[in-house]
Protein backbone atom coordinates (compact mmCIF):
# COMPACT_ATOMS: atom_id res chain seq x y z
CA UNK A 1 0.00 0.00 0.00
CA UNK A 2 2.65 2.73 0.81
CA UNK A 3 3.80 2.17 -2.74
CA UNK A 4 1.01 4.33 -3.84
CA UNK A 5 2.65 7.48 -2.08
CA UNK A 6 5.52 7.05 -3.71
CA UNK A 7 4.15 7.91 -7.45
CA UNK A 8 3.91 10.75 -9.03
CA UNK A 9 0.85 13.02 -9.11
CA UNK A 10 0.85 12.18 -13.25
CA UNK A 11 1.41 8.37 -12.58
CA UNK A 12 -1.34 8.11 -9.78
CA UNK A 13 -3.76 9.74 -12.24
CA UNK A 14 -3.07 7.17 -15.13
CA UNK A 15 -3.33 3.98 -12.63
CA UNK A 16 -6.45 5.31 -11.56
CA UNK A 17 -7.68 6.19 -15.03
CA UNK A 18 -6.92 2.33 -15.84
CA UNK A 19 -8.09 1.35 -12.69
CA UNK A 20 -4.91 -0.43 -11.84
CA UNK A 21 -5.92 0.88 -8.39
CA UNK A 22 -8.59 2.99 -7.00
CA UNK A 23 -9.40 6.43 -5.31
CA UNK A 24 -10.20 4.61 -2.18
CA UNK A 25 -7.19 2.66 -2.02
CA UNK A 26 -4.96 5.72 -3.26
CA UNK A 27 -7.11 7.94 -0.87
CA UNK A 28 -6.35 5.20 2.30
CA UNK A 29 -2.68 5.37 1.57
CA UNK A 30 -2.13 8.71 2.04
CA UNK A 31 -4.28 8.76 4.60
CA UNK A 32 -1.75 6.34 6.81
CA UNK A 33 0.91 8.40 5.42
CA UNK A 34 -0.73 12.10 6.95
CA UNK A 35 -1.30 9.99 10.27
CA UNK A 36 2.28 8.58 10.31
CA UNK A 37 3.54 11.90 10.29
CA UNK A 38 2.50 13.47 12.63
CA UNK A 39 5.11 14.26 14.49
CA UNK A 40 6.69 16.69 11.13
CA UNK A 41 3.31 18.43 12.37
CA UNK A 42 2.48 19.21 8.68
CA UNK A 43 -1.10 19.50 9.01
CA UNK A 44 -3.21 21.30 11.18
CA UNK A 45 -6.86 20.06 10.57
CA UNK A 46 -6.79 16.52 9.15
CA UNK A 47 -10.32 15.66 7.31
CA UNK A 48 -9.91 11.80 6.59
CA UNK A 49 -13.34 10.99 6.32
CA UNK A 50 -14.25 13.69 4.23
CA UNK A 51 -11.34 12.79 1.84
CA UNK A 52 -12.85 9.42 2.28
CA UNK A 53 -16.36 10.42 1.04
CA UNK A 54 -14.44 12.11 -2.03
CA UNK A 55 -12.58 9.10 -2.84
CA UNK A 56 -15.83 7.30 -2.97
CA UNK A 57 -17.24 9.64 -5.41
CA UNK A 58 -14.03 9.91 -7.62
CA UNK A 59 -14.45 6.13 -7.93
CA UNK A 60 -18.31 6.61 -9.35
CA UNK A 61 -17.35 8.85 -11.78
CA UNK A 62 -14.46 6.90 -13.06
CA UNK A 63 -16.55 3.97 -13.68
CA UNK A 64 -19.11 5.57 -15.18
CA UNK A 65 -16.24 7.37 -17.42
CA UNK A 66 -17.43 11.13 -16.04
CA UNK A 67 -13.95 11.61 -14.79
CA UNK A 68 -12.33 15.22 -14.13
CA UNK A 69 -8.63 16.30 -14.79
CA UNK A 70 -7.64 15.28 -10.84
CA UNK A 71 -10.50 12.84 -10.24
CA UNK A 72 -9.10 11.10 -7.32
CA UNK A 73 -5.58 12.67 -6.21
CA UNK A 74 -5.36 13.32 -2.80
CA UNK A 75 -3.77 16.70 -2.41
CA UNK A 76 -3.29 18.90 1.05
CA UNK A 77 -4.72 22.86 1.08
CA UNK A 78 -2.84 25.44 2.54
CA UNK A 79 -4.41 26.40 5.58
CA UNK A 80 -5.01 29.75 3.79
CA UNK A 81 -7.48 28.95 1.66
CA UNK A 82 -10.74 28.74 2.50
CA UNK A 83 -12.59 25.38 2.98
CA UNK A 84 -16.58 25.45 3.24
CA UNK A 85 -17.50 23.47 6.63
CA UNK A 86 -13.48 23.09 7.55
CA UNK A 87 -12.16 25.05 10.22
CA UNK A 88 -9.49 27.58 8.54
CA UNK A 89 -7.03 29.29 10.94
CA UNK A 90 -4.36 30.59 8.55
CA UNK A 91 -2.22 29.37 11.13
CA UNK A 92 -3.85 32.10 13.54
CA UNK A 93 -5.09 32.36 17.28
CA UNK A 94 -7.54 34.72 16.05
CA UNK A 95 -9.07 32.16 13.54
CA UNK A 96 -9.15 29.76 15.97
CA UNK A 97 -12.48 28.60 15.47
CA UNK A 98 -13.32 30.02 12.10
CA UNK A 99 -15.00 27.37 9.58
CA UNK A 100 -15.97 29.65 6.50
CA UNK A 101 -19.24 28.85 5.06
CA UNK A 102 -17.83 29.25 1.04
CA UNK A 103 -15.02 28.03 -1.04
CA UNK A 104 -11.98 29.30 -1.82
CA UNK A 105 -12.31 29.59 -5.39
CA UNK A 106 -9.02 27.86 -6.12
CA UNK A 107 -9.69 25.12 -3.98
CA UNK A 108 -13.13 24.91 -5.61
CA UNK A 109 -11.52 24.81 -9.47
CA UNK A 110 -9.99 21.50 -7.34
CA UNK A 111 -13.02 20.12 -6.32
CA UNK A 112 -14.47 20.82 -9.56
CA UNK A 113 -11.78 18.64 -11.08
CA UNK A 114 -11.99 15.97 -9.04
CA UNK A 115 -9.36 16.06 -6.51
CA UNK A 116 -9.19 14.69 -3.11
CA UNK A 117 -8.36 17.13 -0.04
CA UNK A 118 -6.42 15.31 3.01
CA UNK A 119 -6.55 18.54 5.17
CA UNK A 120 -5.50 21.74 5.69
CA UNK A 121 -1.48 22.36 5.71
CA UNK A 122 0.51 24.23 7.93
CA UNK A 123 2.07 27.50 7.21
CA UNK A 124 3.40 30.55 8.98
CA UNK A 125 0.89 32.32 11.05
CA UNK A 126 -0.84 34.78 7.75
CA UNK A 127 1.58 33.56 5.79
CA UNK A 128 4.25 35.73 6.98
CA UNK A 129 7.71 34.44 7.47
CA UNK A 130 10.47 31.61 6.21
CA UNK A 131 10.67 29.17 8.16
CA UNK A 132 7.34 28.08 9.45
CA UNK A 133 8.35 28.80 13.06
CA UNK A 134 5.45 31.58 13.38
CA UNK A 135 2.87 29.34 13.09
CA UNK A 136 0.29 29.49 16.20
CA UNK A 137 0.16 25.45 15.85
CA UNK A 138 4.05 25.15 16.17
CA UNK A 139 6.93 24.70 13.83
CA UNK A 140 6.82 22.28 10.51
CA UNK A 141 9.72 19.83 10.61
CA UNK A 142 11.18 19.24 7.32
CA UNK A 143 11.49 15.42 6.49
CA UNK A 144 15.02 16.53 5.49
CA UNK A 145 17.78 15.50 7.95
CA UNK A 146 21.61 17.61 7.74
CA UNK A 147 23.88 15.44 7.45
CA UNK A 148 26.11 14.11 10.32
CA UNK A 149 23.30 16.44 12.56
CA UNK A 150 20.51 13.84 13.55
CA UNK A 151 19.07 15.77 16.06
CA UNK A 152 18.98 18.95 14.01
CA UNK A 153 15.08 19.87 13.35
CA UNK A 154 15.33 21.54 9.99
CA UNK A 155 13.18 24.30 8.84
CA UNK A 156 10.79 23.25 5.38
CA UNK A 157 10.71 26.68 4.66
CA UNK A 158 8.01 29.04 4.58
CA UNK A 159 5.19 30.50 4.51
CA UNK A 160 4.07 27.33 2.76
CA UNK A 161 5.95 24.76 5.02
CA UNK A 162 3.24 22.59 5.41
CA UNK A 163 2.71 22.20 2.03
CA UNK A 164 6.38 21.83 1.22
CA UNK A 165 7.15 19.49 3.90
CA UNK A 166 3.84 17.41 3.11
CA UNK A 167 4.73 17.01 -0.30
CA UNK A 168 8.19 16.36 0.34
CA UNK A 169 7.42 13.59 2.85
CA UNK A 170 4.76 11.99 0.20
CA UNK A 171 2.00 12.65 2.60
CA UNK A 172 0.11 14.22 -0.20
CA UNK A 173 0.36 14.44 -4.00
CA UNK A 174 0.52 18.36 -4.50
CA UNK A 175 -0.36 20.47 -2.47
CA UNK A 176 -1.64 23.82 -2.89
CA UNK A 177 -0.07 27.20 -1.86
CA UNK A 178 0.48 31.08 -2.17
CA UNK A 179 3.30 33.27 -2.62
CA UNK A 180 3.45 37.16 -1.42
CA UNK A 181 7.51 37.65 -1.51
CA UNK A 182 8.95 33.81 -1.83
CA UNK A 183 6.46 31.35 0.02
CA UNK A 184 6.13 28.81 -2.47
CA UNK A 185 8.99 28.94 -4.18
CA UNK A 186 11.67 29.19 -0.83
CA UNK A 187 9.88 26.02 0.45
CA UNK A 188 10.13 24.34 -2.50
CA UNK A 189 13.85 24.72 -2.67
CA UNK A 190 14.09 23.93 0.82
CA UNK A 191 12.38 20.45 0.37
CA UNK A 192 13.52 19.45 -3.22
CA UNK A 193 10.28 20.18 -4.69
CA UNK A 194 8.83 21.87 -7.34
CA UNK A 195 6.66 25.06 -6.45
CA UNK A 196 5.18 27.81 -9.66
CA UNK A 197 4.53 30.88 -8.36
CA UNK A 198 2.06 32.05 -11.62
CA UNK A 199 1.63 35.06 -13.13
CA UNK A 200 -0.53 37.62 -10.74
CA UNK A 201 -3.91 37.64 -11.55
CA UNK A 202 -3.68 33.80 -13.08
CA UNK A 203 -4.81 32.46 -9.71
CA UNK A 204 -7.91 33.85 -8.49
CA UNK A 205 -7.50 35.24 -4.63
CA UNK A 206 -10.95 35.19 -3.71
CA UNK A 207 -11.57 32.98 -0.32
CA UNK A 208 -7.39 33.43 -0.17
CA UNK A 209 -6.78 34.65 3.56
CA UNK A 210 -5.32 38.74 2.54
CA UNK A 211 -1.99 38.92 3.38
CA UNK A 212 -0.76 41.83 0.57
CA UNK A 213 -3.46 41.63 -1.53
CA UNK A 214 -0.86 43.29 -4.81
CA UNK A 215 1.76 40.45 -4.40
CA UNK A 216 -0.99 37.50 -3.07
CA UNK A 217 -1.08 35.06 -5.77
CA UNK A 218 -1.75 30.83 -5.47
CA UNK A 219 0.34 27.66 -7.06
CA UNK A 220 1.17 24.22 -6.36
CA UNK A 221 3.42 22.67 -4.66
CA UNK A 222 4.81 19.21 -6.18
CA UNK A 223 7.13 16.29 -6.36
CA UNK A 224 8.08 16.94 -10.29
CA UNK A 225 7.56 19.96 -12.85
CA UNK A 226 4.98 17.58 -15.41
CA UNK A 227 2.74 17.32 -11.57
CA UNK A 228 2.87 21.44 -11.25
CA UNK A 229 1.70 21.71 -14.70
CA UNK A 230 -1.10 19.41 -14.35
CA UNK A 231 -2.40 20.86 -11.01
CA UNK A 232 -1.70 24.66 -11.96
CA UNK A 233 -4.34 23.98 -14.72
CA UNK A 234 -7.01 22.93 -12.70
CA UNK A 235 -6.24 25.78 -9.80
CA UNK A 236 -6.23 28.59 -12.62
CA UNK A 237 -8.73 31.17 -14.64
CA UNK A 238 -10.74 34.20 -14.77
CA UNK A 239 -12.94 34.26 -11.13
CA UNK A 240 -15.93 37.07 -11.60
CA UNK A 241 -15.46 37.64 -7.68
CA UNK A 242 -11.73 38.52 -8.07
CA UNK A 243 -11.09 41.63 -10.33
CA UNK A 244 -7.26 40.52 -10.77
CA UNK A 245 -7.81 38.02 -12.17
CA UNK A 246 -7.55 37.37 -15.68
CA UNK A 247 -9.88 36.76 -18.19
CA UNK A 248 -7.38 34.38 -20.36
CA UNK A 249 -7.76 31.22 -21.50
CA UNK A 250 -5.83 28.63 -19.50
CA UNK A 251 -3.51 26.75 -21.47
CA UNK A 252 -2.61 22.83 -21.12
CA UNK A 253 0.38 23.00 -19.07
CA UNK A 254 0.91 19.35 -19.43
CA UNK A 255 1.59 20.16 -23.26
CA UNK A 256 4.62 22.45 -22.64
CA UNK A 257 6.30 19.52 -20.69
CA UNK A 258 9.58 18.42 -22.87
CA UNK A 259 8.89 20.65 -25.39
CA UNK A 260 12.09 21.76 -27.59
CA UNK A 261 13.53 25.07 -25.58
CA UNK A 262 16.20 25.17 -28.49
CA UNK A 263 17.04 29.25 -29.22
CA UNK A 264 15.25 30.14 -26.26
CA UNK A 265 17.29 33.27 -24.55
CA UNK A 266 17.97 32.85 -20.89
CA UNK A 267 18.99 36.05 -18.76
CA UNK A 268 21.22 35.81 -15.99
CA UNK A 269 21.19 38.91 -13.77
CA UNK A 270 24.45 40.54 -12.69
CA UNK A 271 22.72 41.74 -9.77
CA UNK A 272 21.85 38.76 -8.06
CA UNK A 273 25.53 37.57 -7.76
CA UNK A 274 25.05 38.81 -4.06
CA UNK A 275 28.74 40.00 -2.02
CA UNK A 276 29.49 37.06 0.06
CA UNK A 277 27.12 34.52 -2.00
CA UNK A 278 27.96 30.87 -1.25
CA UNK A 279 30.73 28.82 -3.43
CA UNK A 280 27.71 26.14 -3.43
CA UNK A 281 25.31 28.77 -4.62
CA UNK A 282 27.48 29.92 -7.38
CA UNK A 283 28.26 26.62 -8.51
CA UNK A 284 24.56 25.67 -8.55
CA UNK A 285 24.07 28.51 -10.61
CA UNK A 286 26.50 27.91 -12.93
CA UNK A 287 25.08 24.53 -13.79
CA UNK A 288 21.81 25.31 -14.39
CA UNK A 289 23.35 27.62 -16.74
CA UNK A 290 24.97 24.88 -17.95
CA UNK A 291 21.71 22.47 -18.23
CA UNK A 292 19.73 24.77 -20.40
CA UNK A 293 23.25 25.30 -22.58
CA UNK A 294 23.28 22.12 -23.08
CA UNK A 295 19.62 21.69 -24.03
CA UNK A 296 19.71 24.58 -26.55
CA UNK A 297 19.25 27.32 -25.19
CA UNK A 298 21.17 30.32 -25.41
CA UNK A 299 22.48 32.64 -22.38
CA UNK A 300 22.95 35.88 -22.16
CA UNK A 301 24.19 38.51 -19.54
CA UNK A 302 21.61 40.56 -18.14
CA UNK A 303 21.51 43.78 -15.80
CA UNK A 304 18.42 44.23 -13.34
CA UNK A 305 19.68 47.01 -11.76
CA UNK A 306 16.78 47.68 -9.22
CA UNK A 307 17.55 44.38 -7.87
CA UNK A 308 19.26 45.61 -4.14
CA UNK A 309 16.37 47.86 -3.76
CA UNK A 310 13.50 45.13 -4.05
CA UNK A 311 13.61 44.12 -0.62
CA UNK A 312 13.42 47.08 1.64
CA UNK A 313 10.56 48.04 -0.49
CA UNK A 314 8.72 45.12 -0.47
CA UNK A 315 8.97 45.33 3.65
CA UNK A 316 7.52 48.59 3.26
CA UNK A 317 4.82 47.46 0.88
CA UNK A 318 3.49 43.83 2.07
CA UNK A 319 3.06 45.08 5.70
CA UNK A 320 1.26 48.43 4.25
CA UNK A 321 -0.98 46.15 2.90
CA UNK A 322 -1.20 43.41 5.51
CA UNK A 323 -1.83 45.91 8.19
CA UNK A 324 -5.28 47.18 5.77
CA UNK A 325 -5.90 43.65 5.13
CA UNK A 326 -5.80 42.79 9.16
CA UNK A 327 -8.12 45.26 10.17
CA UNK A 328 -11.31 43.17 10.12
CA UNK A 329 -9.77 41.17 12.87
CA UNK A 330 -11.42 42.92 15.37
CA UNK A 331 -13.26 40.33 17.69
CA UNK A 332 -16.66 40.89 16.26
CA UNK A 333 -16.58 39.41 13.00
CA UNK A 334 -14.02 36.10 13.31
CA UNK A 335 -12.81 34.08 15.66
CA UNK A 336 -11.28 35.12 18.74
CA UNK A 337 -12.89 37.65 21.04
CA UNK A 338 -11.44 38.71 24.33
CA UNK A 339 -13.99 40.33 26.74
CA UNK A 340 -13.32 44.20 27.21
CA UNK A 341 -14.78 46.92 29.27
CA UNK A 342 -15.75 48.58 26.18
CA UNK A 343 -15.52 48.48 22.32
CA UNK A 344 -12.08 49.77 22.18
CA UNK A 345 -10.50 47.82 25.01
CA UNK A 346 -12.37 44.52 23.60
CA UNK A 347 -10.46 45.25 19.99
CA UNK A 348 -7.35 45.66 21.71
CA UNK A 349 -7.43 42.92 24.14
CA UNK A 350 -8.52 40.37 21.10
CA UNK A 351 -6.03 41.88 19.05
CA UNK A 352 -2.69 41.19 21.11
CA UNK A 353 -3.85 38.20 22.16
CA UNK A 354 -5.07 37.08 18.70
CA UNK A 355 -1.90 37.72 16.51
CA UNK A 356 1.56 36.59 17.41
CA UNK A 357 4.71 38.52 17.47
CA UNK A 358 5.48 38.53 13.73
CA UNK A 359 2.12 39.56 12.44
CA UNK A 360 2.00 42.03 15.31
CA UNK A 361 5.40 43.62 13.82
CA UNK A 362 4.19 43.64 10.30
CA UNK A 363 1.13 45.33 11.55
CA UNK A 364 3.05 48.44 13.00
CA UNK A 365 5.28 48.59 10.40
CA UNK A 366 2.67 48.67 7.74
CA UNK A 367 0.84 50.85 10.21
CA UNK A 368 3.40 53.50 10.58
CA UNK A 369 4.30 53.23 7.06
CA UNK A 370 0.96 54.63 5.95
CA UNK A 371 0.70 57.11 8.69
CA UNK A 372 0.04 60.96 7.56
CA UNK A 373 3.46 61.83 8.11
CA UNK A 374 5.65 59.11 6.63
CA UNK A 375 3.17 57.94 3.61
CA UNK A 376 5.15 59.93 0.51
CA UNK A 377 8.67 59.12 2.36
CA UNK A 378 8.10 55.12 2.71
CA UNK A 379 5.00 54.16 0.83
CA UNK A 380 4.57 56.24 -1.95
CA UNK A 381 8.30 55.94 -2.80
CA UNK A 382 8.54 52.49 -2.41
CA UNK A 383 5.15 52.39 -4.98
CA UNK A 384 8.04 54.23 -7.06
CA UNK A 385 10.69 51.86 -6.40
CA UNK A 386 8.61 48.84 -7.50
CA UNK A 387 7.64 50.49 -10.98
CA UNK A 388 11.26 50.52 -11.52
CA UNK A 389 12.15 46.88 -10.92
CA UNK A 390 9.33 46.27 -13.10
CA UNK A 391 10.76 47.72 -15.80
CA UNK A 392 13.93 46.27 -15.56
CA UNK A 393 12.08 43.45 -16.54
CA UNK A 394 10.22 44.63 -18.91
CA UNK A 395 13.63 45.81 -20.82
CA UNK A 396 15.13 42.93 -20.36
CA UNK A 397 12.11 40.79 -22.15
CA UNK A 398 11.84 43.37 -24.97
CA UNK A 399 15.39 42.81 -25.86
CA UNK A 400 14.53 39.10 -26.34
CA UNK A 401 15.44 37.32 -23.10
CA UNK A 402 12.26 34.48 -22.61
CA UNK A 403 13.06 33.68 -19.00
CA UNK A 404 15.33 34.38 -16.19
CA UNK A 405 17.64 32.25 -14.43
CA UNK A 406 18.73 32.25 -10.38
CA UNK A 407 19.13 30.70 -7.74
CA UNK A 408 15.92 30.70 -5.86
CA UNK A 409 17.38 30.83 -2.19
CA UNK A 410 20.80 32.19 -1.13
CA UNK A 411 21.42 29.17 1.31
CA UNK A 412 20.00 25.62 2.01
CA UNK A 413 17.36 25.30 4.79
CA UNK A 414 18.74 25.61 8.38
CA UNK A 415 17.32 24.23 11.73
CA UNK A 416 14.66 25.31 13.99
CA UNK A 417 16.23 28.80 16.11
CA UNK A 418 18.84 29.35 14.10
CA UNK A 419 17.61 32.33 11.74
CA UNK A 420 15.75 35.86 12.73
CA UNK A 421 15.49 35.38 16.59
CA UNK A 422 17.68 38.27 17.23
CA UNK A 423 17.09 40.06 14.03
CA UNK A 424 13.74 39.72 12.05
CA UNK A 425 15.92 40.79 8.93
CA UNK A 426 18.36 38.00 8.66
CA UNK A 427 15.10 35.76 8.09
CA UNK A 428 13.91 38.37 5.82
CA UNK A 429 17.15 37.61 3.80
CA UNK A 430 15.65 34.06 2.64
CA UNK A 431 13.34 35.81 -0.04
CA UNK A 432 16.10 38.42 -1.65
CA UNK A 433 15.96 36.11 -5.23
CA UNK A 434 12.24 35.54 -4.88
CA UNK A 435 10.39 39.14 -3.63
CA UNK A 436 11.60 40.86 -7.25
CA UNK A 437 8.77 38.44 -9.04
CA UNK A 438 6.48 39.24 -6.61
CA UNK A 439 7.01 43.12 -6.87
CA UNK A 440 6.60 42.87 -11.02
CA UNK A 441 3.90 40.39 -10.85
CA UNK A 442 6.04 38.07 -12.98
CA UNK A 443 5.91 34.08 -12.69
CA UNK A 444 8.38 32.15 -11.32
CA UNK A 445 9.26 28.90 -10.55
CA UNK A 446 12.00 26.86 -8.25
CA UNK A 447 12.93 23.77 -9.47
CA UNK A 448 15.45 21.17 -7.40
CA UNK A 449 18.72 21.18 -8.46
CA UNK A 450 20.71 18.73 -6.30
CA UNK A 451 21.66 18.29 -2.83
CA UNK A 452 24.36 20.55 -1.33
CA UNK A 453 27.58 19.54 1.06
CA UNK A 454 25.15 19.39 3.98
CA UNK A 455 22.85 16.99 2.62
CA UNK A 456 20.23 19.52 1.98
CA UNK A 457 18.60 20.15 -1.25
CA UNK A 458 19.31 23.24 -3.46
CA UNK A 459 17.07 25.03 -5.76
CA UNK A 460 16.88 26.89 -9.42
CA UNK A 461 14.84 29.88 -10.63
CA UNK A 462 13.09 30.61 -13.48
CA UNK A 463 11.18 33.94 -13.92
CA UNK A 464 8.97 34.59 -16.97
CA UNK A 465 7.28 36.73 -18.96
CA UNK A 466 3.76 37.70 -18.05
CA UNK A 467 1.25 34.89 -18.76
CA UNK A 468 4.30 32.86 -20.15
CA UNK A 469 4.07 29.40 -17.41
CA UNK A 470 4.55 27.46 -20.41
CA UNK A 471 7.94 28.20 -21.34
CA UNK A 472 8.57 28.26 -17.64
CA UNK A 473 7.63 24.49 -17.47
CA UNK A 474 9.57 23.68 -20.45
CA UNK A 475 12.53 25.30 -19.15
CA UNK A 476 11.93 23.59 -15.57
CA UNK A 477 11.67 20.55 -17.37
CA UNK A 478 14.93 20.71 -18.76
CA UNK A 479 16.75 21.35 -15.65
CA UNK A 480 14.86 18.91 -13.77
CA UNK A 481 16.27 16.16 -16.44
CA UNK A 482 19.51 17.30 -16.13
CA UNK A 483 20.30 17.99 -12.56
CA UNK A 484 21.39 14.94 -10.43
CA UNK A 485 18.50 12.64 -8.84
CA UNK A 486 18.02 12.66 -5.32
CA UNK A 487 16.09 10.10 -2.97
CA UNK A 488 13.37 12.07 -1.00
CA UNK A 489 13.85 11.16 2.29
CA UNK A 490 13.11 7.75 4.45
CA UNK A 491 10.28 7.84 6.98
CA UNK A 492 12.21 8.39 10.17
CA UNK A 493 9.36 10.29 11.48
CA UNK A 494 6.79 7.01 11.90
N1 LIG B 1 8.87 35.43 3.67
C1 LIG B 1 8.15 36.56 3.14
C2 LIG B 1 7.41 37.25 4.26
O1 LIG B 1 7.58 36.86 5.35
C3 LIG B 1 7.21 36.08 2.06
C4 LIG B 1 6.02 35.41 2.60
C5 LIG B 1 5.07 34.96 1.54
O2 LIG B 1 5.42 34.88 0.37
N2 LIG B 1 3.84 34.71 1.95
O3 LIG B 1 6.69 38.18 4.04
Redesign the pocket.
Known amino acids: MSDLTHLTLADARDALKSKKVSAVELTKAHISAMENARGLNCFITETPDLALKQAEASDARLASGEAGPLEGLPLGIKDLYCSKGVRTTAASRILDDFTPTYESTVSANLLRDGAVTLGKLNLDEF????SNETSAFGPVVSPWKRKGDPGAKIVPG??SGGSSAAVAAHLCLGATA??????IRQPAAFTGTVGIKPTYGRCSRWGIVA?ASSLDQAGPITRTVRDAAIMLRSMAGHDLKDTTSVDAPVPDYEAAIGASVKGRRIGVPKEYRLDGMSAEIAALWEEGVQWLKDAGAEIVEISLPHTKYALPTYYII?PAEASSNLARYDGVRYGLRMPGRDIVDMYEKTRAEGFGAEVRRRIMIGTYVLSAGYYDAYYVRAQKVRSLIKRDFDEAFAAGVDAVLTPATPSTAFAQGEQGATDPVEMYL??VFTVTVNMAGLPGISVPGGLAANGLPLGLQLIGRPFDEETLFSLAHAVEQAAPKFDFPEPWWR
Do not use: E, L, P
Open positions: AMGSGSTDTGGSFAND
